[in-house]
């Protein structure tokens, strides 16, 4: 399709001089201005709407139309509805109408009259990148130099158009190149937009965009796609509020197959901001005049704005050289004639280009009037949002990395200091202090659970919960709940084989006794460090996830990932003193010990009886059973509920009076005879007694508190301790290569270049707007 014009032709892009195959399509129109004659609509706001309509303009410049809708005119219709040709009338030049290159893409006319020559300037503003992917923030090109002759604009814009719908050649390639043979594009229609910048003293204050035309079909070789797609992009446009849609409808065709009209309807559906233009009016069937007479009327599919009638200039007329002025001659007289002449006046003003672009210069001054009040406030927030995102990005990596990192690793250690002060009031510690009734309930739960009868018994006696076991306030023990590893006597008996002496009888229980209990005391360690192991992955958590907040922008070059190492690694080693810390305490534990004898004797003949009291059904023996279960009565009063409590109470009475004080029934076991395996019985009463004396069920309560001091210490406060050194030494800020690691840590990555780059321009076109309107209320206020 393009071939480069060799450098010795090669002119100036707004030289008329470029090689464009005219025998070949596309075909251009060669039709000239005539600087003599040459008019344009020739309207101009007044005083205020003048300057709100400059100040519109000079935002959509600016692209603040992208960050904030602006007032706007969108000009759509179907294709060959004679669009084009509206929209030349306006400009006073004419289009391209090559049929393989209509309306392609959204060309934005800005029009403003200026004390100074006609000149227009050609811009590329590409939404989309090459790959048609939607940019952050729009960038815009000039498409050549400023052109100052009408005559040269037509293939400016055809060139223009042919670059945006090959979007990864060069466009500059298409302001030079030779345009021959049959045109071929990488897309068919493109969102990127052609804006006009055109100034004049003749111009008329006004914008407007000219979308591609509704496709009804694509014929055989077309791609249906488009057909969505034209849609989609016109619905972008007219979808907004402050979007005024200048709706074409030819007069040559059927009304309801017009697709423009159905759409415009959808998105407009009172018909408050649409401003019907009907097209074509010298091909009005003879004797259907009156029904498109009665759109202007507005007696049919009425329009607040009301419907407009045009006639243009068809290509032939322009083509024998036709001028601008006279095509407005030749309009004007052409409504003089019936059937136009006969509308009423107020109608009247519904015909010609001139009424439908004084009626639209009307319309976008008095929405411009209205839209001003509201930028101000408008440009305040979404300022406000764009600088706070850019405050949320990372720093841009400077010349000193290493200073940077020593920055952002001494801010983080203020962060962990200030997250760990927050999890240990509401987080961290209350999770502790949750974990810590279970802990407690599971080292109680080690205590040994003995059954003073044998395990082969067919049919044992029902467990009896000791009621006088000592129960803290946190940790309640059920009735009949297993409290640790279930003992029955025979196991008992097995072992004292194994420590039989050859001192005397018996003296060997104390020894059975405390394998026993350092047996026990070795279940509380699984515990222990399983809560150890819970501490540490809670911290673990926490500090992940204030890692990911707190860097999350930093993970292009393996800074985060060297964060999360390094903390990772510190919090290991925190984690490996407390287990050391809680090894040493159950140490200490398997030293069993007391040093208070009374309590200990005390709960020693407590669970003596106990056990024997347990053992009596199964040894045959019902009097120690009753005597367990039987109540002794206080009250001499209370009448004895059986013959065996009045029994018992007696041998009391008279036990006491000879000087033998019985204070429990259960005291009278002692004097049964011995039990063969008194000294089974006496081993499981030492090691119950053991853990059931007050001392050591305080001790216990001190060894839970010991072990959450080492954890808070070793582990919450440890990892506040030794933060700054870990990170220091992990980072190796003494090496050699320091510079080229902090360097390579601190990359960026190109999302966030990209994303950084959209909001500084976003933000510059935010404060260059609101500059606009500042001057904008010093000229309006003065």
């Known amino acids: 399709m393009l071939s480069a014009i060799p450098q010795s032709q090669m002119l100036s892009p707004s030289s008329s001089a470029m090689v464009i195959d005219i025998g070949a399509p596309p075909s251009l129109s060669s039709t000239k201005v005539d600087p003599m004659t040459e008019a344009t609509i020739g309207l101009h706001a007044d005083g205020h709407a003048q300057e709100g309509l400059q100040l519109v303009n000079r935002m959509q410049s600016i692209g603040l139309d992208h960050d904030i809708a602006l007032p706007m005119i969108a000009v759509m219709g179907s294709q ?46 590409m939404l989309t990148d090459e790959a048609g992917k939607q940019r952050g923030s729009p960038v ?11 005559d040269l604009i037509e293939e400016r814009i055809f060139r223009a158009q042919l670059a945006l719908l090959n979007p990864k050649e060069d466009f500059n390639e298409f302001l030079t190149c030779a345009i021959t043979g049959e045109l071929s594009f990488e ?27 509704i496709i009804q079909n694509v014929g055989r070789d077309g791609n249906p796609d488009d057909i969505s797609l034209v849609e989609k992009l016109v619905v972008s446009y007219i979808e907004r509020d402050n979007c005024f849609i200048l709706l074409t409808i030819p007069c040559e065709t059927d009304f309801a197959t017009q697709g423009a009209h159905t759409l415009a309807r959808r998105y407009d559906p009172e018909g408050k901001r649409t401003v019907g233009v009907l097209t074509k009016p010298d091909r009005i069937p003879k004797g259907t005049e009156k029904k498109w007479l009665d759109y202007v009327r507005g007696e049919k599919d009425s329009l607040v704005c009301g419907w407009y009638a045009v006639k243009q200039p068809d290509s032939e007329s322009l083509r024998l050289g036709t001028t601008w002025a006279q095509a407005r001659f030749y309009e004007d007289n052409f409504f003089t004639e019936k059937p136009w002449a006969e509308l009423y006046p107020p109608w009247r003003r519904h015909l010609g280009t001139k009424n439908l672009v004084a009626k639209l210069c009307e319309l976008l001054a008095e929405l411009v009037h209205k839209r001003i009040p509201e930028l101000s406030n408008e440009l305040t927030s979404v300022l406000d949002t764009t600088s706070a995102d850019l405050l949320k990005l990372p720093k841009l990596p400077s010349g000193d990395s290493v200073s940077q990192i020593h920055e952002l690793v001494g801010q983080f250690r203020r962060d ?39 395990s082969s018994l067919t049919k044992p006696p029902a467990v009896v919960q000791p009621t006088f076991v000592f129960d803290s306030d946190d940790v309640r023990v059920p009735v009949g709940a297993e409290r640790g590893p279930v003992i029955f006597l025979d ?31 070795a279940l509380w360690r699984q515990p222990t460090i399983r809560l150890v192991n819970a501490v540490h992955n809670t911290l673990s958590r926490n500090i992940e996830s204030l890692v990911n907040k707190t860097f999350e922008h930093y993970e292009y070059g393996g800074f985060k990932s060297e964060v999360l190492h390094i903390v990772g690694a510190h919090l290991k080693t925190c984690k490996d003193r ?39 059904p199964a040894d045959g023996r019902p009097a120690l059973h009753h005597l367990q279960k039987s109540p002794y009565n206080k009250s001499s009063t209370e009448k004895a509920t059986s013959d065996f409590q009045a029994s018992i109470n007696l041998v009391m009475t008279h ?84 510079v080229e690691r902090c360097q390579a840590l601190l990359q960026e990555s190109p999302n966030i270049a990209e994303l950084r780059d959209s909001l500084l321009k976003k933000q510059k076109r935010l404060l260059d707007a609101r500059e606009q309107l500042s001057l904008y209320w010093d000229i309006t206020s003065s």
């Open 140 to 150: 815009s090109y000039s498409f050549g130099d400023m052109i100052t002759s009408k």
């Open 655 to 738: 036990l006491n009076k000879i000087g033998v004080p019985m204070s429990d029934p259960t005291t009278l076991a002692k004097l049964l005879p011995p039990d063969s395996d008194a000294t089974a019985l006496m081993v499981m009463a030492q090691a119950s007694a053991f853990f059931e004396d007050v001392v050591h069920v305080v001790a216990y309560r001190r060894f839970v508190d010991y072990v959450l001091i080492a954890v808070e210490d070793e582990l919450v406060a440890g990892l506040e301790r030794g933060i700054s050194e870990a990170l220091a030494q992990g980072f190796r800020f003494s090496d050699a290569n320091v």
């Open 578 to 616: 407390a287990i050391e810390q809680v090894e040493a305490l159950l140490r200490y534990e398997q030293k069993v010990h007391t040093e208070n004898a009374g309590f200990y004797r005390e709960y020693l003949d407590k669970f003596l009886t106990h056990y024997k009291a347990q053992r009596a």
């Open 491 to 521: 196991e008992v008996v097995g072992k004292m084989s194994e420590f039989a002496t050859r001192g005397l009888p018996d003296d060997y229980s104390p020894d059975i006794a405390k394998s026993y209990i350092r047996t026990c005391t």
């Open 416 to 454: 962990v200091v200030d997250h760990l002060g927050k999890i240990g009031g509401d987080g961290l510690l209350q999770a502790i202090k949750l974990d810590r009734t279970n802990f407690k309930q599971e080292l109680r739960s080690a205590a040994p659970a003995f059954r003073p009868w044998n």
């Open 187 to 213: 897309s068919t229609f493109s969102t990127n937009i052609i804006c006009l910048e055109i100034s004049g003293r003749d111009e008329p204050d006004l914008t407007f965009v000219d979308l591609p035309g």
């Open 80 to 125: 060959s509805s004679g669009k084009s040709s509206l929209i030349q009338g306006i400009v006073g030049f004419p289009l391209p109408k090559a049929d393989s290159l209509c309306t392609r893409c959204p060309i934005e006319c800005r029009l403003a009259r200026s004390d100074g020559a006609w000149q227009c300037q050609v811009i590329l503003r």
